[in-house]
């Protein structure tokens, strides 16, 4: 079986074209902006392309981003105060703190801090705690992609059993919370380095996945025929052949996953178009409901 491949650019574009129509519609009727803060301390480069991603996307939208750069070495007790004065700016619907911080920096005191009505990375504890109890909240943008990334190529999931590997608090746990919700109601395993035979689980899953940020966590010899993989993982694997002498994959291994799903995500090109435009679907939602 040559597997379908999840088109995670097509389906981004078709949100945020959506995206961008609801930003029109409200400055039309409300002349209000979104507006989104990204917060980057550092130079880390992964993260400056991430943050410059997330801007352009911004400006596509027709939203307002305003990029903050701090020098690494910036005390926590500054990042705490400035974001204080977003928390309290109108212009402000939606604040982003890139991560990882600079070793020193709580990540956790910083995250906290963030206003949960602005809180468009759906990562404080009131928006995940509401998540987990089903109240209105903002959704984690890369959890919330990936079950849009399942529900478009057609599988209905109620009653199937989803099998996600990895444990984290941004990406395993929310997944396994979203797809487990009544809305969806698939039946969830979660899997994670404590998990004895893998294998044994992914092998009865209608859908898996891999968040695992490991080269080859997820085999073909792991799955059920028909499975669908959404590989979540963004690895740099050296390859002298290519111009930054590294080359992206994911947590499975295409070629042998893609001869036995029905559908795959590729990476890149999969999971990460659609967790910036779950973060634009957030602010743009953040902005009506500041209205
Ligand atoms: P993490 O390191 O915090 O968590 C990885 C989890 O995988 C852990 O809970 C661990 O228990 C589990 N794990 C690792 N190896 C395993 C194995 N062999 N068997 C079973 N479980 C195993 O990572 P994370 O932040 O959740 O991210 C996971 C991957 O997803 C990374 O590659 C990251 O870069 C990528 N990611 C991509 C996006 C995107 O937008 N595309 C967003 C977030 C994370």
């Not at 910036?74 to 911080?101: K, S």
């Not at 979660?190 to 085999?219: E, I, S």
């Amino acid at each position: 079986m040559a597997a379908d491949l999840i088109d995670g650019k097509k389906l981004a574009a078709d949100l945020r074209a959506e995206i961008a129509a609801g930003v029109a519609k409200l400055k039309a009727e409300k002349g209000v902006t979104p507006g989104l803060a990204v917060i980057l301390v550092g130079d880390n480069p992964a993260s400056v392309s991430y943050v410059t991603a997330k801007e352009k996307a911004c400006a596509e939208a027709g939203m307002y981003s305003r990029e903050i750069r701090l020098p690494a070495e910036t005390p926590e007790a500054d990042l705490l105060a400035l974001i204080g004065e977003l928390n309290a700016d109108p212009a402000i619907h939606g604040i982003l703190v890139q991560l990882p911080l600079p070793k020193g920096v709580s990540e956790k005191r910083v995250i906290d801090a963030i206003a949960a009505e602005k809180d468009v990375d759906g990562f404080t504890p009131v928006n995940v705690g509401k998540m987990l109890i089903g109240e209105e909240c903002f959704l984690p943008c890369t959890p919330h992609g990936i079950v849009k990334l399942v529900q478009v190529t057609g599988m209905d999931l109620k009653g199937k059993h989803a099998v996600v590997i990895g444990r984290s608090n941004i990406v395993g746990k929310p997944v396994a919370v979203l797809l487990s919700r009544k809305d969806v109601n698939a039946t969830v395993t979660m899997c994670h380095t404590g998990t004895k035979d893998l294998a044994a689980f992914t092998k009865t899953a209608d859908v898996v996945v891999v968040a695992a940020g490991r080269p080859n966590t997820l085999t073909g010899d792991m799955l059920k025929p028909g499975a669908v993989v959404i590989d979540v993982g963004v690895n740099r694997v050296p390859d002298a052949s290519k111009p930054k002498g590294y080359r992206l994959c994911g947590d499975a291994d295409f070629a042998s996953c893609s001869e036995v799903a029905s559908a795959i995500t590729p990476v890149p090109g999969g999971v990460g178009p659609m967790t910036i435009t779950m973060l634009l679907w957030n602010t743009l939602e953040a902005a009506c409901r500041a209205r």
